[in-house]
């Protein structure tokens, strides 16, 4: 069965950057339309920032301006680069996305998360 995969997660001190990837672990899957979440200790799980299958982005406004989403079709992955790190930033980050494989569309599949710990 096909899963996300994240990587990149990890400890950087505040001001830092880090950029995390997500990947669909079977190539023949295509991703679609993709969502960065986070999830903070005793928080509920946020939307961060989603990319279109066409490159349209957007953002929370908690990270906007530090956080970029983007894609590379080529290697069937997409990226979350973050800038200017926060303590406030710390939370599991999860890759949510739609995924196509021979023109049918697979919807809402979710990676198993990557921690993120920003120090002050």
């Known amino acids: 069965q096909v899963q996300l995969v994240e990587s990149g997660g990890g400890l950087v001190q505040a001001g830092g950057s880090l950029r995390l990837s997500c990947a669909p672990s079977?190539?023949?899957?295509?991703?679609?339309?993709v969502g960065w979440h986070r999830q903070a200790p005793g928080k509920q799980r946020e939307l961060v920032a989603v990319?279109?299958?066409?490159?349209?982005?957007n953002y929370a406004d908690s990270v906007k301006g530090r956080f970029t989403i983007s894609r590379d079709d080529a290697k069937n992955t997409v990226y979350l680069q973050m800038n200017s790190l926060k303590p406030e930033d710390t939370a599991v980050y999860y890759c949510?996305?739609?995924?196509?494989?021979?023109?049918?569309?697979?919807?809402?599949?979710w990676g198993q998360g990557t921690q993120v710990t920003v120090s002050s």
């Open positions: 079977d190539t023949i899957f295509s991703i679609n339309a």
């Open positions: 990319i279109t299958n066409q490159g349209s982005t």
């Open positions: 949510n996305a739609d995924l196509v494989r021979d023109g049918t569309i697979w919807y809402d599949y």
